[in-house]
């Protein structure tokens, strides 16, 4: 796109744009290359897992997400509707289904090739049961499921634990061999939970340096693209542990230079209000979005959908000493896997740790694991830290849910109502 | 007593939104305790054993209008939790000690952590029924989880399940499963006998009252309509399908009727006959309990089906066994299990050349001229065209 040749990109952007670009031209010539590949969620994402058995990760969730900022889910949208898809249902399922009918191809303009299994890792989201039972049906090919149980009590219980464990290891393994040819090696396992954990590490670190002021990263839309290699098939290796080391590097050097975050347009200069996001963006414009936020001086300092792929800086690591018990610990403590009083309290401790001025929900139309209950949940947090709050309506691929004057006068509204809110503050002081 | 009269008092208690049945109940004896569930599935034999009743909560339906509950709900979920609210706030649930939440759907599964914040002082529980079916690994799961609802449950009520109190429980779920199976089997042989407006408030007043009562009423229901002599009409034989959570409103099931379809079997209230066998009485219950979830429980929406060749074949199977022409699938506004289920069950039925219609409720849908159009058409395309 023309657009893109002004848009202002760091080094760590352009080495995981590489690192996607490369996973993409591996999975698309996985028959040539004889590598089998499994497609799987990234909230229950077992990347380790899936590389322990050389298999190749393809994940629909991100490819949803590549296809609506191309702006071509519309179309896969429409056509799933027409095949009888219901309009109320989740437009990532839409997407991916239209797809299929549309050639399947991959952002390298290749065709995706079928997987050769799906692993179902139902965590924290019903539809994702579904998605896969949907896509079954297409592609006829072994599903294996692990059922991740909810943290109804707000904590996970040795039973549940136990239980994922034993869908690892007397389904998931041996399904996985049976269709890789290769053995499982716990030992090789480990040593990419070992490095999965350092990269977690470097995650946590750069995401808690929004606790600075002025903050020099956006962890909306900005960790949108940190937490990419994480949260999609590059756990588990060394190019991600490498990727965080060059990104820490550039966030530091803003954080010597007080510098702000790096948008599409350039380094974020006056940060005027610090908020914290609920709920995950909208895709089809996401630039479009971001930029209502850089424009107004708001700079996003923590969001949940940051961590809906896991929740490390609530101190999760991967531990190489109890692999499959991490993994499933890992699984059960996903953002929309703890129940809605845990969400609460975590959203209310970043407005706190973070010194934020408020929280916004954006409340995704298709995704009711997010949006069922955000409102009570915005109000609670409103009340608990006496920060104003605000809710938006948007969509993750469907473009028919993305007002964007709607969105526009809504946030601005929100910011007058922070700035008056300051304003009394200090005329009380 | 005839079957306008059970009907009518059936009618009573399920439209009584301030449940006085249950309050009556409640307050006929010390240290009685009333536990509320929602759809679609728990095991209401571990509340019946802690001398407690199972409430079912379905929504408020159509004739509760809803003020609070849409204040805590964008427009694009659906209408239940809503209204559930709704009758948390006014005060209708005021005597309910304890509420299950069991896992049908991400709405309702959010719903529990809102019902923890805005009633701290009842006992609320998410229950997560097992997605793997194999004994040793979904069973076992279930059997834990069965073991800890219990002791909460307990605590609750401060009565102790003992194995024998349970027994007895699962007796009773027992003959309540094969009264109902039964009105069922014979709705699909004689359905101008059992019309299913009636049989649907006899389900719905069922999880509103003790089961040894609505055992009774199963009974004396059977036998009244037995000996009834109701017109048998050219009607269409058909299924209705993706009811199980947010129930329609009673006029939408009288209008599928009047608009010439024998309605053969359904998914409304599902929680009554969820369980496909009896579970065993002798040896361990929660052991018991869990297995027959296991391995005999219906298919719906919030159920995985582990192969794809199973998928949509309980409803191929029951549109047989009760000789249905066609199936409506009727599905709530934002259903997610319904609506994301359906693809995949109208393919299968039209793969078995079985004719099917769709569209949408709410549970308090007002207009039923659409619907009437919409069912009379497709009953008469069946006896044209089938």
Known sequence: MSADKNVIKEESMIIQKEMISRNYDAITSKMETGRKMASTFVPGNLNELVRCFDMLNNLPEINAIQAGMRKLTGGYIMEAEKGGHSEDVCTYVKADIGQLGKGNIAPNGKPYPDPDVLLLSYTGCYTFMKWFELLREQYKCPTVMIHVPYQGDGHWTMNMRDYIVKQLKEEVIPTFEKISGVKFDIDRLREMMALSAKAEDDLVWVIETAKHKPSPIDAYFGAVYYVGPIFSAFRGTQEAVDYYKVLKKEIQYRIDNKMGPITPEGEMKEQKYRIVVEGPPNWTNFREFWKMFYDEGAVVVASSYSKVGGTYDMGFRHDPKNPLESLAEYCLGCYTNRNLPTRVEILEKYINDYEADGLLTNSIKSCNSFSAGQLMMMREVEKRTGKPGAFIETDLVDPRYFSAANVKNRLESYFQMIEQKRRGVKSAA | ?386
């Open chain 2, 1 to 386: 007593m005839g079957t306008q009269e059970i009907v009518a008092k059936c009618q009573a208690i399920f439209e009584d939104l301030n449940f006085t049945h249950a309050r009556e109940w409640k307050k006929a004896a010390p240290n009685r305790k009333v536990i509320g569930f929602m759809p679609v599935y728990v095991p209401l034999e571990l509340i019946h054993a802690a001398n407690a009743l199972p409430l079912g909560i379905m929504g408020g339906g159509d004739q509760m209008e809803v003020i609070h509950g849409d204040a805590y709900y964008q427009s694009y979920i659906c209408r239940i939790p809503r209204s559930t609210i709704e009758l948390g706030v006014t005060g209708r649930l005021d005597f309910v000690d304890m509420m299950l939440f069991p896992f049908v759907c991400d709405v309702i599964r959010n719903l529990s952590g809102i019902w923890k914040m805005m009633f701290p002082n009842v006992v609320s529980r998410f229950f997560d029924t097992p997605q793997n079916f194999e004994e040793k690994i979904g069973g076992t799961y279930y059997e834990h989880e069965l073991l800890e609802l219990k002791e909460a449950i307990e605590q609750t009520t401060g009565n102790k399940i003992t194995d024998e109190a349970l027994r007895n429980s699962i007796k009773l779920y027992n003959e309540n499963r094969k009264l109902i199976w039964g009105l069922y089997d014979a709705r699909a042989k004689e359905p101008w006998k059992f019309p299913t407006w009636e049989l649907y408030v006899i389900m719905r007043a069922g999880i509103m009252m003790p089961v040894e009562e609505h055992n009774q009423i199963l009974k004396d229901y059977a036998a009244a309509a037995h000996q009834e002599d109701r017109p048998k009409r050219d009607n269409s034989r058909i299924v209705l399908n993706g009811s199980f959570c947010e129930q329609p409103p009673l006029n939408l099931i009288k209008s599928i009727e009047m608009a010439g379809c024998y309605v053969v079997d359904d998914d409304y209230v599902l929680v009554n006959r969820f369980l496909t066998s009896d579970v065993p009485v002798e040896g361990d219950p929660l052991k018991n309990l869990s297995l027959t979830y296991i391995k005999h429980s219906v298919e719906t929406a919030c159920k995985y089906v582990p192969k794809e060749e199973d998928k949509g074949q309980y409803l191929v199977e029951r549109i047989k066994k009760c000789g249905a022409e066609g199936v409506i699938f009727a599905a709530p506004s934002f259903c997610d299990p319904a609506l994301l289920d359906r693809p995949m069950l109208s393919h299968r039925v039209t793969e078995n050349n079985i004719p099917s219609i769709s569209f949408k409720y709410a549970e308090n849908s007002g207009q039923m001229q659409p619907i009437r159009e919409q069912a009379g058409t497709f009953a008469d395309s069946i006896k044209l065209w089938n």
